[in-house]
């Protein structure tokens, strides 16, 4: 009974634009899109890329029939209090596209964990539909997938949120994706599990086929990336929420992780394998990249108010393993930009993701035990048949030269660095 009683759930757009697996396409276009707060631009010496913002405008010139969207935030309109830069304006003008949707005769589905939040609310008064996924009766966690889907053809992951600070004051990294309705058909059935648990406190054994995954790292979908042979496959968290086929977020790290031959590189907001115990997947993971198959690895972590202080053991530990006379090779940095006076988010690096000489993981969690535990999220592999591509060398580049920026500074091994940073933090926030 629970399992007809899911399946019937109306899923709106099912077979209304004719997109199916047989008939989809997968000659896709992939853009890097970034968001660099104006003052920390003049002293990250690389050409940036196109702002997150164009890429939002973008698609919403795009759609015609549909935008569904998940996002953990909804703040796009800074309250009065908030002091808002000229750029701080993209989210107000994202705000009001969105509310002339109904003119244009697209519809907007949203799907949120937020009880309280008055844009929503204004939303949907504009025909905007919106259902609540109660995480905390599934985890006692949160709903922290960020991605748009446009008509099923045109997709969003990364992370960026519904937030102004999103386009104006962090730094944030995702992936635009167009003319890929294979891979979006996808994410859809996502974003169709998440619709589908609206009201709910309980999830059954046996799922609907409307959210069963079409791809996974066993069975990815193979692709053109601007002109390039690709595959590609989405991931989900936690455990609870990978549907029959769906390959978990962790173990889609692991599989780009094993992808690698000579290097990985890692940018996350924090970094603690933690749940209320040891939590050791990624851990254990990067110690065997680096001891038993030599794989050169940098680690680049926010350093911000909120970074716990168990983060410095940890990652301590991890550097230990390349002592002397251990011949390999593994970096730690912490990405530190000096707030303002009451803003803990001024320049935070609030990227997540991965990256191999051939394949990428972007996600929506940092790397922390409860996130992959506890809170919903989603990710995006990507892995080029023939090694690099463009993308791959565009990604790249933004690693570099966030890992050789004056932001970048090594605060292990120095406990006098490292208690100046922390005061300073301290003080300023």
Known sequence: LLVLIFSSVDIWGDGEDGITEENCRTDCRIVLMETIPEDLQQHLNARPNLPLFVGF????????HSIQVVSPVWNLRASEKEPVPSTGRQGHLLFQRLLNLKSRGVKLKIVSNLTNSAEQKILATHNAEIHLVNMTAFTRGGLH????????????????????????????????????????????????????????????????????????????LELELNNTPAVA??????????????????????????????????????????????WSPLDEMIREAVVLRGIKVRLLISFWKNTHPLTFNFVTSLKSLCMQPYNCSLEVRFFS????????????????????????????????????????????????????????EQVKAAFERDWTSPYSKNLLGNKDRYNKYKHLHQVET
Not at 237 to 254: G, Q, W, Y
Request: charge should be positive; include cysteine; hydrophobic fraction near 35%.
């Open 337 to 392: 930009h000096k707030p303002q006076k009451d803003d803990i988010q001024h320049g935070l690096n609030h990227n997540k993701y991965m990256l191999t000489e051939n394949a990428l993981y972007i996600g929506t969690h940092n790397w922390v035990g409860d996130e992959f535990s506890n809170n919903g999220g989603v990710g995006l592999v990507v892995q080029m048949k023939n090694g690099g591509g463009k993308i791959m």
């Open 145 to 220: 997938s960020s991605f748009w889907i446009v008509d099923r053809t045109h997709f969003y992951v990364g992370s960026a949120d519904m937030d102004w600070r999103s386009f104006s004051k962090r730094k944030e990294l995702g992936l635009m994706v167009y003319n890929c309705s294979c891979l979006a058909l996808d994410l859809h059935r996502v974003f169709s599990f998440y619709w589908q648990l609206h009201d709910r406190d309980y999830i059954p054994s046996i799922w609907s086929r409307r959210v069963t995954a079409l791809y996974g790292r066993h069975q990815a």
């Open 57 to 64: 405008h973008t698609l919403l010139d795009q759609a015609k």
């Open 233 to 278: 496959y989405v991931s989900t968290s936690p455990d609870l929420f990978c549907a029959k086929e769906r390959t978990r977020d962790v173990d889609a790290i692991n599989h780009v992780m094993q992808s690698a031959k000579t290097f990985i590189f890692i940018s996350v907001m924090d970094y603690l394998p933690l749940v209320s115990r040891y």
